[in-house]
């Protein structure tokens, strides 16, 4: 009999177990997840100039531009930062895929008070370096409605 319950006991401390593992792994993985976009930022963006004509648009699942040099369509996208509190709106993108001719894997859409109401400032940073160095030289900036 005691032989019985010993092994009761060990199943029930493997299922136990278990279970802290599979919630271990569940709140990492929640940890990681990526929060949704505030609607703020969802939209279609419109831009004008020599570098900057063409429209941006972005949904809560997929990110496009197309301007006169280069564009991208319908790329899934990581969250790297969002504020939406104050005077200032903040998103800024990883793109998951990066076609051939795309430069800017990570792009920054704000809005700040001292612009005017339907006005964004976009950029776009040749590197994950480049956006957390704030290095704009090599960046593509555009002043575009929403």
Known sequence: MNAFLRSESRVKRSATRGFKVFAI?????MAFASAPIDRIFVGTYSGSGRA????????????????PFTSIKKSPYEILEQNVDGSRQTVALLLRKKPKGWFYPVVTIQHTEDIPERFWSVMGYQSLDDYKNN????SLGCLMIK
């Open 52 to 67: 900057c004509d063409g429209a941006l648009k972005l949904t809560s699942r997929s990110f496009s531009w197309s301007t």
């Open 135 to 138: 290095n704009q030289p090599d």
């Open 25 to 29: 792994l569940l709140l990492g993985w």
